[in-house]
């Protein structure tokens, strides 16, 4: 019997220890994933603070620990510099989980997900900032869960900045007498300095350079040689009166409807004080749509036109806010969290909020 006795204590003693051997294997291979995701946050952590809080969001929004690094960077222990910051970390990865929910965020549907239905809740009791309520409307409109009509081209600038986002191109013909020069400017990286990738190409020239632009004065560093104004996209917006500091300093004089490549782009003209130079500027962008220089005493003339770019569309529109959500739609929200509304009469509300410009996301 006593035999029998200790077979079952020793039987038992081994289920235990096997039992808490799983829970630490499971509980290290948890940390390491946690470990992980801590990690690709510190690898973009860069990029949240170089591109604001928009722009980051626009690049990153559909990775998959999108949410997590927002999470961490909200939190003040991403800033804290003590020993034990990364245990202090994995804890808030911890709560709630997310793995499920950014899961279902790549699933194609019909249906309003629960997660999104969570951060409105969450939002309207201030848990939540706009950023991650805004993800869900804008996860809906991507699945076509909200059917909108509005189907401008929004670029979200800065007063008084040169307006540009990451890929934009231009490419100019000049003329100069009886020479053509082909200029394509490619704008790779858009932050507080803009970095372009400069072609040239002629009859006996090709070259490739590179140099930044400021994105509020619109001043050119090349070479370390110090300040050249950038003569084909000035910051915006443009008035009647403003003065542009320039190789030929001009002043917008009158406006004008310019035509390029069927589309007709109000427009403003620009002269300078001798009257040898002209060029016309889109009012939504501030890109020079044509310039002509021309001094008939030294027999120079030169024309540049802009023959291509990804910047102007149909319905290219400028918004100079990136988000406007009103105070009241929080009504809406909690409405449709508590379930007075109903999903079909939420969406059609979001919208006609979105069509009449009264909801920006």
Not at 2 to 20: N, P, Q
Request: glycine share 4%; net charge neutral; hydrophobic share 30%.
């Amino acid at each position: 019997m006593e035999k029998y006795v200790l077979l079952f204590a020793l039987l038992s003693v081994t289920s235990i220890t096997c039992g808490t051997q799983l829970v630490f294997a499971q509980t290290y291979d948890d940390n390491k994933e946690k470990t992980s995701i801590i990690q690709t946050c510190e690898k973009i952590y860069p990029d949240s603070q170089k591109l604001g809080s928009a722009k980051f969001r626009e690049r990153y929004q559909y990775s998959v620990n999108f949410r997590d690094c927002v999470t961490l960077y909200d939190d003040p222990i991403w800033d804290s510099v003590e020993s034990d910051r990364i245990d202090k970390l994995i804890l808030l990865l911890e709560k709630p989980p997310q793995t499920k929910i950014i899961r279902d965020r790549f699933n194609d549907t019909q249906n309003i997900p629960q997660w999104v239905k969570d951060d409105a809740k969450r939002w309207d009791q201030g848990e939540e900032n706009d950023n991650i309520f805004s993800y869900g409307i804008r996860y809906m409109m991507s699945s076509k869960i909200i059917k909108s009509n509005n189907t401008l081209d929004y670029r979200n600038c800065s007063y008084g900045t040169i307006c540009l986002t990451q890929n934009d191109f231009v490419k100019y013909s000049i003329k100069n007498n009886n020479d053509t020069i082909i200029l394509t400017h490619t704008f790779d990286d858009v932050s507080d300095n803009i970095f372009v990738i400069s072609k040239e190409s002629s009859k006996n020239i090709k070259t490739i350079t590179n140099f930044q632009i400021n994105k509020t004065s619109g001043l050119v560093e090349s070479d370390k040689k110090c300040c050249t104004p950038y003569r084909y996209i000035h910051p915006i917006p443009m008035n009647l009166g403003t003065k542009i500091n320039q190789e030929h300093p001009s002043e917008v004089v009158s406006e004008v409807v310019f035509l390029f490549k069927d589309l007709k782009r109000p427009s403003f003209v620009a002269k300078d004080k001798p009257g040898k130079y002209l060029e016309i500027i889109d009012k939504e962008t501030g890109m020079v749509l044509f310039s002509k220089y021309q001094d008939k005493s030294r027999h120079l003339l030169q024309v540049t036109q802009l023959v291509d770019t990804n910047i102007v569309k149909k319905d290219t529109t400028i918004r100079y806010d990136n988000m406007k959500i009103p105070s009241w739609f929080k009504n809406t929200v909690k409405w449709w969290t508590e379930g007075k509304i109903s999903d079909s009469e939420y969406v059609a509300g979001i919208s006609h909020l979105l069509k009449n410009d009264v909801l920006r996301i």
